[in-house]
């Protein structure tokens, strides 16, 4: 017999939709017409060719994608990106900028500046990456390759609520924590860049979303090894090498659902109520401390502090028994964290703000 699921609050690896898991499970002896798992299929053979070039039309339709953008599915998870970014797009003698909004962030410019110039052009870390900038507290040079930043903050618990205009200048957008969570504005982007095992499917596939003009242009230097260059991956239709077949079958089974369940419209709504109702839990009493500047919290991860880091063991620990997992906040900041990713049923959020109240009536 299977085991009972818990409710999972992990920041990634994280959740993923029930239903697409027991998809999984139905099919994982036998693709239908394959006859052989999908573990066990070529890389070549017609059914990757149709599971790929269905996820990537899946992931149009769902994100409204305009034609002039490619759909990649790579390797290497997000922290790749904050080397291949550079290596294709920043020019020997150019200069690009990057927000500081969180440690991660701070880790893609700390690798671009092995590559190039690069300037912070906002920062939050004085004040702990409590927030996001003001749109007016950016300093945006136009001569920049690119402007970089990461759309949610999955350690600091802050997402911006809307991208910046970067005019002429490409924005390129870590968004690894709230892909898909909410509609995106390709208007404004660049570049999108997210490792899948968060808000996608399981760990393996990165996919990155990427302008036309950009790809013609990269990279913008010489010896960039084959298989970093963005040119390689759309030329090859992420089949330039063996692609993580099993991962991008699951990334296109939960775009299916994405867009079963009502598309990216649907999922923010669904994001917003689950959000608000913990960060009222979180507003309700004195107890409880959000970390987050109230207009920039996360809808995705929601990070909190009790009146003491014991309390904070405690919780976590109890929360743990009471079937609500994964509540420890990042060792680097301490306190607990929520994640409350797409997959995340409303119903583990009614269980986790139940067991707060519980929690500060027998401990507060
Ligand atoms: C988790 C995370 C990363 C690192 O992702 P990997 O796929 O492990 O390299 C980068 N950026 C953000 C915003 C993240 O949340």
């Known amino acids: 017999m299977a085991a009972e699921r818990v409710f999972n609050f992990n920041a990634g690896p994280a959740v993923l939709p029930a239903t697409v898991l027991a998809e999984v499970q139905r099919d994982l002896l036998a693709l239908p017409d394959a006859g052989m798992s999908v573990l066990e299929v070529s890389h070549r053979s017609a059914t990757m060719d149709a599971i790929l070039e269905r996820a990537v039309a899946d992931i149009r339709q769902v994100t ?4 002039h953008f490619h759909v990649l599915f790579l390797q290497g998870g997000a922290t790749q990106q904050f080397a291949m970014v550079p290596l ?24 671009a500046g092995q590559f190039g ?3 912070v052009a906002g920062s939050t870390e004085s004040e702990g990456f409590s927030r996001i900038p003001a749109a007016g507290d950016l300093d945006l040079a136009d001569s920049a390759a690119y ?5 949610n903050n999955t350690i ?20 690894s924590s709230d892909i898909f969570s909410r509609p995106i504005e390709f208007e404004r982007v660049g570049l999108l860049y997210a490792g899948a095992q968060k808000n996608l499917g399981p760990a393996g596939v990165t996919l990155v979303i990427v302008r036309d003009d950009l790809v ?23 089949r330039h090498n063996t692609p993580p077949v099993f991962a991008i079958y699951m990334v296109g089974l939960v775009v299916r659902w994405l867009l079963a369940t009502g598309g990216l419209a649907e999922m923010a709504r669904r994001n917003e109520r689950k959000a608000r109702e913990l960060y ?5 009493t004195p107890f409880y401390r959000g970390t987050a500047a109230p207009d920039s919290r996360s809808s995705m991860n929601v990070t909190f502090r009790l009146p003491a880091p014991e309390l904070e063991t405690r919780f976590v620990d109890e929360a743990r028994q009471a079937g609500l997992v994964g509540l420890r906040g990042h060792r680097s900041v301490g306190g607990v964290r929520a994640s409350i990713y797409n997959a995340c049923p409303e ?10 109240a519980e929690f500060e009536r027998t401990h507060g």
């Open 347 to 356: 119903a583990a959020v009614d269980a986790l703000v139940a067991f707060m």
């Open 156 to 175: 600091c618990g802050t997402q911006w609520r809307a991208l910046p205009d970067s005019g002429e200048v490409p924005l390129v957008v870590d968004a």
């Open 216 to 238: 013609r242009r990269a990279p913008t230097r010489s010896g960039v090894p084959t298989m970093l260059r963005y040119a390689t991956h759309v030329g090859a239709g992420s």
């Open 147 to 151: 402007l970089h930043l990461a759309s």
């Open 117 to 119: 110039t690069v300037r």
């Open 280 to 284: 009222e839990a979180i507003d309700r």
């Open 88 to 111: 294709n797009l920043l020019p020997p003698a150019g200069s690009a900028d990057y927000v500081l909004t969180g440690v991660w962030s701070r880790k893609a410019y700390e690798e």
């Open 64 to 67: 409204g994608l305009p034609e």
